[in-house]
């Protein structure tokens, strides 16, 4: 599913993003959290990363695919190491003879006891370990990230600013019921552990956060300079940038001149 379902593009939703920036490389409307993926030349809602794996972005609507997959392909490399390797050899040869030490120090006799193909297809549950641990390592990196709800390029964006404690909302608990679609225990029963095609919450476009509840309009007039940048600064607390400029913010008096400048800082994002 995380190959085969569209991540949000944001052409696709111009009529809801008709007052945001547009982007240099695409000329399209681009809301907050949105960035543009080179790899497909297109701007993707809440882009995390452009898997080659999948031949797809991770954004929006198939950012929980991509998790479950990781998730599930982890518990499954585990259990062909721990279970799979062993049922092959009494499938094949009616008895364990090998252990997992074996696949070290025996080589040679698990080659002339299970010839060519069986020697690869055993050594094929061998290495579903590695990639079972990578997996794992991914799949908490990820956990880590939704917790916080922030994707892949946001987490590194405020590492690079040196700022790691912004996130959209205060409560773990909340971020996972958004990111998995998903309000009580029955839900997650039937739409997590069993296949499921239901959306995330939301289209990507609005953003809740612990300031606003609407949409957010960013050239919206203020008669007062303080409120105007406070403002700013606050519901678009995502883009690392603010920070960096917060201090030159003050600097602005005119707001036609405020306007224009935040024009071109949102656009280099």
């Known amino acids: 599913m995380a190959c085969f379902t569209s991540p949000g593009l944001a052409k ?28 497909c030349n297109a701007c993707v809602l809440r882009f995390d ?17 991509f998790f479950q997959f990781c998730c599930f392909m982890s518990i499954g490399c585990f259990y062909a190491t721990i279970f799979g390797y062993r049922e092959y050899q009494i499938s094949r040869l009616g008895i364990q003879i090998f252990r997992h030490i074996d696949s070290f120090f025996k080589v040679s006799d698990i080659l002339s006891t299970l010839d060519v193909d069986g020697f690869i297809t055993y050594y094929i549950f061998i290495l579903a370990l590695p990639v079972g641990c990578a997996l794992f390592g991914m799949s908490c990196c990820h956990g880590h990230m939704i917790s916080r709800d922030q994707t892949l390029v946001e987490s ?23 990111f ?17 095609i239901h959306k995330p919450k939301g289209n990507g476009i609005v953003i809740t956060t612990n300031y606003c509840d609407e949409d957010i309009n960013l050239f919206s007039n203020h008669g007062e300079h303080g409120s105007y940048a406070s403002n700013i600064y606050n519901r678009l607390s995502d883009n690392y940038l603010v920070k960096k400029y917060q201090s030159e913010i003050s600097t602005w008096h005119k707001p036609q001149v405020l306007s224009r400048e935040w024009r071109s800082i949102v656009q280099t994002c």
Do not use: M
């Open 180 to 196: 998995l679609g998903i309000n009580t225990i029955d839900e997650f029963i039937r739409r997590i552990l069993f296949p499921s």
């Open 156 to 178: 590194l964006a405020h590492q690079k600013c040196g700022d790691e404690s912004i996130s959209y909302r205060s409560k773990k608990i909340d971020n996972w019921k958004r």
């Open 12 to 39: 696709n939703y111009q009529h809801l993003a008709r007052q945001y920036p547009l982007c240099k490389k695409c000329s399209f409307n681009k809301p907050p959290r949105t960035h543009h993926c080179r790899w």
């Open 49 to 65: 990363h452009h898997c080659p794996w999948l031949n797809n972005c991770v954004g929006f609507y198939n950012h929980r695919y």
